[in-house]
Every structure is written in C-alpha cells, then in structure tokens.
Nanobody, 117 residues
Framework: QVQLSESGGGLVQPGGSLKLSCVTS????????LAWYRQSPGKERERVAS????????IYKDSVKGRFTISRLDFDNTISLQMNSLRPEDTATYYCGARALDGTDYWGQGTQVTVSS
C-alpha cells in the first residue's frame, strides 16, 4: 500500500504562484511514476505533470509547460509542483497520484487551487 498526502493549495490572483507538496509513504519500491492531476467540476481528471520515480524524467501537459515544475525529493519521499503564472483556468482540485508496476493507482485526498482576482 502507498499513502499520499497533499498540501499547499489556496487562493491566488492570476499571474501568481503556488507550490504544492505531496508526502508519500508505504511500499514505495512498487511505484513507477508519481504525478500531479487536477479535476474541475464537470470535467474529467487530467494529468498535469509526471515524474519517473527512478529516472526523475518529467513530462508536462502542454498547457502548463514553462509554467509548472514537478520535482522529486528523494530524502523525504516528497514530490512538489511549483506553479507560476497561474491562470483562472488552472482552478481545480489537485491530486497527487502514484502508479505501481502492476497498474494500481493510488491517490491523495486532493487540495483546492483557486485562481481568481
């Protein structure tokens, strides 16, 4: 089992920045990929950014490239998402996710990000 816990959401004005953090615990050696997802009301959950647990290679959704940065901190099993130049359309509940080698997905409880003036 893997447990994930997000923090760092909040209200920010357009053009502002926020940093989300996700603390992971449990059987992490089964995890292949760590990622940030988001979901807005009435929309499907979408992957924003991912990073290989071993490789450290990041992949980004086109709409966040150059604005968001996913990072992995091995020493405390934390991943973060630095979000800059935020836009109203970035408003969503953001989830930390982990995918295991057998295809099992694990999720955190989510943290709300609201971009509004």
């Amino acid at each position: 089992q893997v447990q994930l816990s997000e923090s760092g959401g909040g209200l920010v004005q357009p053009g502002g920045s926020l940093k989300l953090s996700c603390v992971t615990s449990g059987t992490l050696n089964t995890i292949v990929t760590l990622a940030w997802y988001r979901q807005s009301p009435g929309k499907e959950r979408e992957r924003v950014a991912s990073i290989g647990r071993i490789s450290g290679v990041p992949i980004y959704k086109d709409s966040v490239k150059g604005r968001f940065t996913i990072s992995r901190l091995d020493f405390d099993n934390t991943i973060s998402l630095q979000m800059n130049s935020l836009r109203p359309e970035d408003t969503a509940t953001y989830y930390c996710g982990a995918r295991a080698l057998d295809g099992t997905d694990y999720w955190g409880q989510g943290t709300q990000v609201t971009v509004s003036s």
